[in-house]
Each structure stands twice: as C-alpha cells, then as structure tokens.
C-alpha cells in the first residue's frame, strides 16, 4: 500500500512539473519571468503559509503549501529552460544533503544518537564544515526580517558561549541602551542607539524563550483592534477620525485595552 502511494504521489509530482514547463512555452506572462521577476513571490507565499499554519488552518495549509511547491517547481523550469539546472538536480541535492546531515540515521549503528541541543549542535558542525565556513554567522540570509536575523545571529553566538547568565543581566543591558539612546544628539547617533537597543531587546525575549517576531506581531495586533475601536467610537459619535481631538483616541484607546483589546 505505501510502495503505491509513493508512485501516486511521483505521478502528481510529474504531472506538475510538465504543466508547469507547458506554461514556459505557452504563457506570454510565464513565458518572460526570470527568478529575479518573481524572486519577491516566494517569501509572500511562506508568509501566507505560515499564517495559515498559526491559524491551524489546514484547507488554507493545502493550498498555500501547493503555492509553495510551485515557487520551487517555477524556478527550477525556469533554470532548466536557461540551460543551468533542473528540478531533478534540485531533489537530488535535497536528498545528498539529508542523508550526510543524518549520519545517526543512514550511517549505520557506529553513529552516536542525539537528541535536543546536542543534535542541533552536531547539524550546526557538519553544515559549517560542508559549506567550508570560516565564521559560525556565515551562511544566515542578509534579507532575513531584522528580529529573525538577530535571534539567528544571537543563538549561533550563544553555541559557543558567548550569551548572557540570566535575564536579568539582559535586562540592565536594555537599561544601559536606553540611557545610550537618550544621550544621542544627531539622527545617526539615534539611528545606532535605536538598533543596539533593539538588540538588546531582542537578546531579552531570547532570554525568556520568547519569540521576538511573534511577540511584535501579538503587539500589531493589539494596536489595530485598540485603533479600531477608536474609529468605531468615531463613527458612533458621527465624528471623522481625522477631527478627534488627540485626548479622545488616548481615552478610547484606555478604554479598549481595559476591555482586554
């Protein structure tokens, strides 16, 4: 039953990957798309992936997993169409990669078995020495959102011990940013303070393990359910929002987050 699945789950895959190089040749607006014209597609689409993933919903998971696949299906056609690479290179590289990253897996019994820190520790050695790194913060993507970077960057500093003890002394250290921040004077010095303050943030919600991104989402959010309550007081009051007077939105806004806005 599952040797059958596999070769049903091949055939779709192919099914795929043939339509997709049939829209190369017969779409006008494919046809003229390099991976630098759709470059942007591809981190949308994680996105859209990854909320519906938040929400838990999974008919939204099908679909967005699908836009996806086709992001990496595109790119490899339009690689293959230019003569560099196709999608078979692509898994086949997948594949090498999973199997020298799991040597505990498929190398046999001699292989010690890891678990937790430990195996991330081992995965984090053999890729250094796979992509020949000189610094243990090669290899962490520059585009990445700021706060992932940081934390990316934070948490490979830490592995060889370089990190704080306790919350507590990351806290100071947001305190001494803070202070920073206050004595500069020109927009760059305020610029720098800004972004070591940010840091040091950062390092704190690392210290608790919390995750900074989602903790400045949750924030987002709670911003725009207390805004919008404002408009809706606005609106109850027939009065444009653009008009209300600053110490009204202030007591709307207190008023929202009392009622757990």
Not at 15 to 26: G, Q, T
Not at 230 to 258: F, G, P, R, V
Request: one cysteine or more; charged letters at 40%.
């Amino acid at each position: 039953m599952e040797k059958k699945a596999c070769r049903k789950e091949g055939e779709k895959f192919q099914e795929l990957v043939d339509i997709v190089a049939r829209l190369r040749k017969e779409c006008p607006w494919d046809r003229e798309q390099t991976s630098q014209s759709i470059k942007n597609n591809l981190i949308e689409e994680a996105y859209e992936l990854f909320e519906a993933i938040e929400k838990n919903d999974e008919k939204a998971m099908i679909e967005e997993l699908g836009d996806l696949i086709l992001q990496v299906v595109f790119h490899s056609q339009i690689k293959k169409d230019e003569g560099r690479f196709d999608i078979n290179d692509v898994i086949q590289s997948l594949i090498n990669k999973l199997i020298r990253r799991h040597p505990h897996v498929f190398g046999g019994a001699e292989y010690e078995q890891l678990e937790g820190e430990d195996h991330l520790k081992k995965w984090e050695t053999i890729k250094q020495k796979e992509k020949k790194r000189e610094s243990i913060l090669e290899g962490i993507p520059e585009r990445m959102p700021a706060l992932m970077r940081a934390v990316k960057v934070q948490k490979r500093m830490a592995k060889v011990g370089f990190d704080w003890e306790n919350p507590d002394q990351v806290m100071e250290k947001v305190e001494e940013e803070i202070e920073e921040l206050k004595q500069a004077k020109t927009k760059e010095e305020i610029k720098h303070e800004i972004g070591d303050v940010l840091i040091a943030v950062t390092n704190l919600a690392r210290s608790y393990g919390i995750d900074p991104e989602e903790a400045l989402h949750l924030s987002i959010d709670r911003s725009i359910r207390r805004f919008q309550y404002i408009e809706k007081k606005a609106k109850e009051k027939n009065e444009d929002i653009k008009e209300m007077d600053i110490n009204d939105m202030e007591y709307y806004w207190q008023e929202a987050k009392s009622k757990g806005l």
